[in-house]
C-alpha cells in the first residue's frame, strides 16, 4: 500500500493548472481541465483523474494531443450534429460537444452530437453531469483502442469502449459511469498501485486462466467482457453506432496508430425537466430509488445503493477533508 495524503481540492487544482500552463494552454483552458482532473480524483476516480495526468502532459508534449485546436461543426442534420476534434483535447472536445447537444435538445426535445478525430475524454461521467447539471439526461459513449478479446477468443478485437447514462436529481443524480470490460483498464492500474487484488475474476492470465491478479490481466491485455459474451456484442454495437454517428474511425482503425487516438465519441441530451417538468421529475426518480434502497441485503453484501451514489459520498467527504492523494505521485507531478 502506497502512502497517501489529503490535500485540498484549489491546492491540487492550482498545481495542476501551473503544469498545463508550461505545455501550451491557454489560462482559462488550462484551469478547466486542472477542474476536470481534480473532480475526477474528489469524485474517487482517481483512475481517470490524477492517475492519468503525467500520461496526459506527456501526450501533449509528444504532439499526440493538440491544445491550439478548436472543434469543428462538419454536418448538420437537425437535432443531430457532427463534429471534427482535430485530435484536441479529448476534456474539451468532449464538454463542447455535450453543451451542444444540450442546445440542440431545447429546441428539438433531443440533441445528439457525433464526435470523430478526437482524444481520450478522462471520466465519461463528467459529460453525463454536465447534461444532469441542465436539467437533461445524458447519455454519452466512446470507442476505444482495442482493450479486450471478444469472447471465445484470445485476441483483442474490441474496445472496453465507456459509457454514461446521467439523470438529473436535487439530491444528487442517478449516474452509470461503466466501461465494457469487469473492471476498466484505469480501475486495474489503481489495484495494481496499491498491491489489491480483485473482488472477482476481471480477466485471463498468459495462461488463459480467469484471475483475480490486475498484475496478471495487464501483463495478457485480456479484460473479461461483462457479461461474457454480452458485454462483447454491446461493446461491438457501441463502436459501430460511434463510428457511424460521428462518421469517424472504428476501434479496428483506432487500433492500427501506435497510440490511442483519433476516437469517435456519441453525446445525447434529453432535455426531459422542460418535458416533464422539475417536480414530476423529482418525484418519478425518488419513488424509484427509494424502491430500491429497500431491497433486503443479502447476507455478506454491502447494502443495496444506487449508481453514482457512492460517487457522491466521497465527493462530500474529501471536499471536506482533503482529497487523498499517492504521495508518490504527487512529487511526480510538483516536479513536472
Known amino acids: ?3 497517501m495524503k489529503r490535500i485540498p481540492f484549489d491546492e491540487i487544482c492550482q498545481e495542476l493548472t501551473r503544469v498545463l500552463l508550461t505545455v501550451g494552454f491557454e489560462d482559462s483552458t488550462a484551469k478547466r481541465c486542472a477542474k476536470v482532473f481534480t473532480e475526477n480524483t474528489c469524485d474517487g476516480v482517481a483512475s481517470h483523474g490524477l492517475n492519468r495526468f503525467p500520461a496526459f502532459v506527456t501526450d ?3 504532439g499526440l494531443v493538440r491544445t491550439r ?3 469543428e461543426l462538419v454536418n448538420s442534420f437537425g437535432a443531430l450534429e457532427q463534429w471534427e476534434g482535430k485530435r484536441g483535447v479529448g476534456i474539451l472536445n468532449a464538454e463542447k460537444a455535450m453543451k451542444r447537444a444540450i442546445e440542440l435538445s431545447r429546441g428539438h426535445g433531443i440533441g445528439c452530437v457525433g464526435l470523430r478525430n478526437t482524444n481520450h ?8 453531469l454536465l447534461a444532469a447539471e441542465a436539467g437533461c439526461i445524458g447519455i454519452c459513449w466512446t470507442n476505444t483502442i482495442a482493450l479486450m478479446p471478444p469472447w471465445g477468443s484470445a485476441e483483442r478485437k474490441i474496445g472496453n469502449n465507456p459509457m454514461a447514462v ?7 443524480p442517478v449516474l452509470l459511469d461503466m466501461a465494457m470490460s469487469q473492471f ?4 486495474l492500474e489503481v489495484l495494481s498501485r496499491r498491491g489489491e487484488g480483485l473482488p472477482l475474476a476481471g480477466g485471463y492470465d498468459e495462461n488463459g486462466e480467469l484471475t483475480t491478479n490486475p498484475n496478471a490481466i495487464l501483463k495478457s491485455g485480456r479484460a473479461l467482457p461483462i457479461g461474457y459474451w454480452k458485454g462483447s456484442g454491446l461493446a461491438l454495437v457501441l463502436d459501430l453506432i460511434a463510428t457511424f454517428i460521428a462518421a469517424g474511425d472504428s476501434t479496428r482503425e483506432i487500433s492500427q496508430r501506435d497510440k490511442e487516438t483519433g476516437v469517435s465519441q456519441v453525446f445525447m441530451a434529453i432535455d426531459i425537466v422542460s418535458q416533464m417538468g422539475t417536480t414530476n421529475v423529482e418525484e418519478k426518480v425518488n419513488a424509484v430509488i427509494q424502491d430500491l434502497l429497500d431491497a433486503p441485503t443479502l447476507k455478506g453484501f454491502p447494502k443495496v445503493r444506487y449508481p453514482g451514489q457512492g460517487m457522491l459520498t466521497s465527493r462530500r467527504e474529501n471536499l471536506e477533508k482533503g482529497i487523498p492523494v499517492d504521495l508518490q505521485l504527487w512529487r511526480m507531478i510538483q516536479q513536472m
Open 166 to 172: 446521467c439523470i438529473p436529481r436535487s439530491e444528487g
Open 60 to 62: 501533449i508534449r509528444t
Open 184 to 187: 476498466s483498464m484505469g480501475k
Open 121 to 128: 475524454w478522462m471520466r465519461a461521467g463528467t459529460y453525463g
Open 69 to 71: 485546436v478548436e472543434p
Open 1 to 3: 500500500m502506497r502512502d
